[in-house]
């Protein structure tokens, strides 16, 4: 099973507002049947949803709603919600109930509000009740995000709180790895994906390296960041990381275990039904064989 849990693509309902640099940009295709064709690697993607009235910017819920379900043995959508909403708790009730959607993606940093602020603790509340898993989105690309709130250990409140909230930090925390790494290791219900990672093999190899020394690799979730980058280039990448290290005195890291960040069934991890496999394995099989 490959799952790739980060990728987002969008049509012309979306408005990226004050967004448009952290989001989007001019060599950036992120059409519908570019992204379908990216995913023919994987078994399962995660397509996310964004809202921030912070920033005027939004990917909607519809949308991804619409589209997963068109190929719902392939994808699956995560709501985009905006605890500073007043209407998020009816717009949540929406997301799940109407839309089909299983996951919900917020961002501190890009929605302007604290991890703990009241509303957002209100959220992961009525997230936990309803078995929904709440991916944490930092993208640092916009001037105006609030980097303050994006630390990962502002996290750990939350991870307290909440023990049972199934929790996904993104891009494994950057630029706080080692704060994601102690969190990963503390809280059993907190993952992280490894999106973006992919195009800076010396930042890769520096992110992960810690990840296994401190022998938190089995929380680690595959991640595109498509449309910045398909999931075929990075499984790629991941696996020819140790080139860094070669003919050199730094630690390789094992195969299995980038493999298994490949392999790892994270729709079972985040309690996601599954839909029915699709009958693409061979093409996916080429990409992960070992040498």
């Known amino acids: 099973m490959i799952v790739d849990c980060h990728t987002q693509t969008w049509d012309a309902s979306a408005n990226f507002g004050e967004a448009t640099t952290a989001i989007v940009a001019d060599d950036v ?10 995913v023919d690697t994987v078994d399962r993607a995660i397509v996310l949803g964004f809202k921030s009235n912070y920033l005027h910017a939004e990917i909607p819920n519809r949308y991804v709603s619409e589209y997963v379900r068109r190929y719902s043995s392939k994808l699956i959508g995560f709501a985009g919600i905006d605890p500073t909403d007043d209407g998020w708790r009816n717009e949540l009730a929406l997301a799940q109930e109407e839309l089909g959607l299983k996951g919900v993606t917020i961002s501190p940093g890009l929605q302007d509000f604290h991890p703990t602020d009241t509303r957002a603790m209100k959220l992961y509340e ?3 009740r309803r078995g929904m898993p709440v ?4 993208n640092h690309r916009s001037s105006a995000a609030k980097m303050e709130f994006a630390r990962p250990l502002l996290l750990d409140e939350v991870a307290r709180e909440f023990p049972a909230l199934r929790i996904v930090v993104s891009h494994l925390g950057y630029p706080w790895i080692h704060e994601t790494v102690v ?17 800076h093999p010396w930042l890769s190899y520096n992110a992960l390296m810690p990840a296994y020394e401190y022998g938190v690799m089995e929380k680690l979730l595959f991640g595109s960041d498509f449309p910045h980058r398909s999931p075929a280039e990075c ?3 991941l696996y020819s990381l140790n080139q860094i290290s070669a003919g050199t005195n730094l630690t390789a890291i094992p195969r299995q275990k980038l493999r ?19 009958a693409n394995r061979a093409k996916t099989t080429a990409l992960v064989d070992d040498d």
């Open 235 to 237: 499984i790629e990448a």
């Open 126 to 128: 009525e997230c936990l």
């Open 29 to 38: 295709r992120a059409d519908s049947a570019r992204h379908l064709e990216a």
């Open 183 to 199: 969190l990963l290791a503390k809280h059993p219900n907190v993952y992280a994906d490894i999106a973006g990672l992919s195009r």
């Open 135 to 138: 991916l944490f989105e930092r």
């Open 260 to 278: 298994g960040i490949v392999e790892r069934d994270a729709l079972a991890l985040l309690g996601i039904e599954q839909p029915a496999a699709p």
